[in-house]
């Protein structure tokens, strides 16, 4: 019977362990996107695209295909006023502008003063690395990452900061922080889902991932103290005298 408790803990130590990692190295990636733009709006990028190129072939310069970037949505510049379809990048720096509608296609950048900026559009952006930043074009899979992200360190944190070891309960007061804390998490990542029913299915799945996760981590914690061998001394106690 032993035997199996050690393995039992070894196996939930092991998954949580796995589960950290993951979503360590998620964040890891997802901080060096958010450091990278997604496209190149510069006078030096507009000053490569040669005269008489495609759009696909300006938007291969620039990294991206036109639109908005860098969270911004609405800028002041200098671009001059155009007719109809031309396009454009537009970020913190400037305009970007492609114009086809003259004898050889040039380009030309504007340097621009960002009027609206949207901190969680210019994450979104970053993270999914596309210009179309609502929720609407957030993909399950991208929300999955999102909660897997959240989800442990979140866990973990509220649980070494609520819960102690040697208390009663303690797999299960794990696993009712990890129903909440899984709930919070799948909320946050499935906020908006492509329905309402969609929505609700997964945050009801997160939190049951949830409860799973903190029963794991509780016998995870509780099992490492069981197994240290080591009794808590008695206060007010005095060793037997040796004979």
């Known amino acids: 019977m032993r035997s199996i408790q050690l393995c039992a803990v070894a196996v939930a130590r092991f998954i949580v362990v796995v589960a950290l990692v993951a979503s360590v190295t998620l964040m890891g990636i997802g901080g060096i996107r958010i450091c990278k733009p997604v ?5 030096e ?3 490569r695209i040669q005269p008489g190129m495609t759009e696909d072939e ?3 310069m620039v990294g991206a295909p036109s639109g908005w970037y860098d969270g911004v949505w609405m800028t002041s510049s200098g671009a001059p006023a155009r007719k109809g379809y031309v396009p454009t990048w ?3 720096r400037g305009e970007l502008v492609f114009d086809q509608q003259r004898g050889d296609a040039h380009a030309g950048f504007y340097p621009a003063k960002s009027v609206k ?3 969680p559009r210019f ?3 970053r993270l999914t690395r ?3 930043t609502t929720p609407s074009y957030i993909s399950i899979y991208e929300r999955m990452l999102a909660f897997l992200v959240l989800l442990p360190p979140g866990l973990i944190c509220v649980s070494l900061w609520r819960l102690r070891v040697n208390g009663a309960n ?3 007061n794990h696993g009712g922080i990890g129903l909440l804390v899984g709930l919070l998490s799948a909320g946050t990542s499935f906020w908006i889902a492509q329905s309402e029913w969609g929505g609700i299915i997964f945050v009801l799945l997160g939190s049951i991932g949830g409860a799973i996760l903190g029963t794991l981590v509780g016998v995870a914690r509780a099992g490492f103290n069981d197994e240290s061998g080591v009794a808590e001394p008695i206060t007010g106690s005095r060793p037997a005298p040796t004979i």
């Open 39 to 43: 496209a190149d709006i510069r006078p």
């Open 45 to 47: 990028t507009a000053s």
């Open 58 to 60: 300006a938007s291969a």
């Open 90 to 92: 537009i970020g913190r």
């Open 117 to 119: 900026w949207s901190l």
């Open 123 to 125: 994450i979104l952006e």
């Open 130 to 132: 596309r210009s179309e």
């Open 170 to 172: 303690v797999v299960a």
